[in-house]
């Protein structure tokens, strides 16, 4: 595995931001829109400071989470919630948004809705993955039921998943979708991170659903 090391987290945050801006307008220079799906959780904010100032026809680039907290927006849990303050200002904010949540509703109710706004946009440009100490991806926790349907080939777009470790119910793009973009990136901070990835590649994705993504994933690391 190609993992890419920096001296420190504004570097990385720096780097990524470059290289999925360079994806972005090369993607644009061959097709009309281009779509990108990023990761919430801790780790994307300092790159969303610096992406959001790209200079490149956001009007023509779709976003979406690569999964999402069943929360409302306002909740400072809220993947959404991040990816507006944090990605969608400066020249970001003329790129189109496209939420999972829909407020007063319960995940399976929306799901056929929320697939045929994300259809259209397949496969995704550009990918920006997170990764947990367990390593989960997305909101493809190990061992959490719907998992296996999650991982599969012939996996639907969207996944509802319960993980017991969390505190809400999630809404995910499925391992394909992930591993079907055309760039795709995963950051990871700290030594138990790294660790978790390489104990990854000896594992079953059912163990250590990261694993299901990898083909062709530009790894950024820093401590
Ligand atoms: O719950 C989530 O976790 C992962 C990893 O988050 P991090 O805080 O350890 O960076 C994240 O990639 C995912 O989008 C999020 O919903």
Redesign the pocket.
């Known amino acids: 595995m190609n993992i890419r090391e920096y001296p420190d987290r504004d570097m990385l945050a720096i780097d990524v931001a470059n290289a999925i801006a360079g994806d972005l307008k090369m993607h644009l220079l061959h097709h009309d829109i281009a779509a990108l799906a990023v990761?919430?959780?801790?780790?994307p904010a300092p790159i969303f400071d610096d992406l959001c100032a790209a200079d490149l026809d956001w009007n023509r680039v779709n976003v979406m989470?690569?999964?999402e907290?069943w929360v409302a927006l306002e909740s400072d849990r809220s993947?959404a919630r991040l990816i507006r303050e944090r990605l969608l200002t400066d020249r970001a904010s003329a790129a189109h948004f496209l939420p999972f949540h829909v407020p007063a509703r319960e995940p399976e109710e929306v799901l056929a809705e929320v697939e045929a706004q994300i259809a259209p946009n397949l496969p995704l440009s550009v990918v920006l993955?997170?990764?947990?100490e367990d390593m989960?991806?997305?909101?493809l926790f190990p061992g959490v039921e719907g998992l296996e349907q999650a991982l599969a080939a012939d996996a639907p777009i969207l996944c509802v998943l319960r993980p017991d470790s969390q505190p809400e119910p999630r809404v995910s793009l499925s391992a394909p979708v992930l591993s079907g973009a055309l760039s795709k990136h995963l950051v990871i901070y700290g030594e138990a991170k790294r660790r978790a990835l390489e104990k990854a590649l000896s594992l079953p994705p059912e163990q250590a659903p990261i694993q299901a993504v990898l083909t062709e994933m530009r790894v950024h690391w820093a401590p």
């Open positions: 990761a919430g959780g801790t780790s989470a690569t999964d907290r993947n993955l997170g990764m947990g989960h991806t997305a909101s």
